[in-house]
């Protein structure tokens, strides 16, 4: 799953180009705050589960990844609301991430099963 490790590397880093076009404000720079680390732990997190130690630890690191791109989607999506700022790039920001979502819930959903199925063959 190297491919995914570069998405998520990738996706970090447009977000952050993303935020550094937002308007230097208060109320921007809270929302842009949030982004900028949900978006950066989905890949620092993703890495971490690849040297997970089990395959609960594996699970468990998965389920930050999901929570973290979950979070992103939001915040990508109040910029939607909000922002004049390039809705094209966001909303290709915002589709990415809904795909990177679905790939860790269906990674999840695997580990799990597969979890269950060597546990039940002891």
Known sequence: MSDLK?????FAILCWKLCAKFPKSREYSNYVNQ???SSSSVGANYRASQRAK???D????LKIVEEEIDE??????IFLEISDVNHIELKELHKEATEILAIIVASINTARKNQKSKNSNL
């Open 72 to 77: 992103s989607v939001y915040w990508l999506e």
């Open 54 to 56: 089990s395959k609960a």
């Open 35 to 37: 982004l900028l680390r």
């Open 6 to 10: 570069l998405r998520t590397k990738t």
């Open 58 to 61: 594996f699970i468990n690191k």
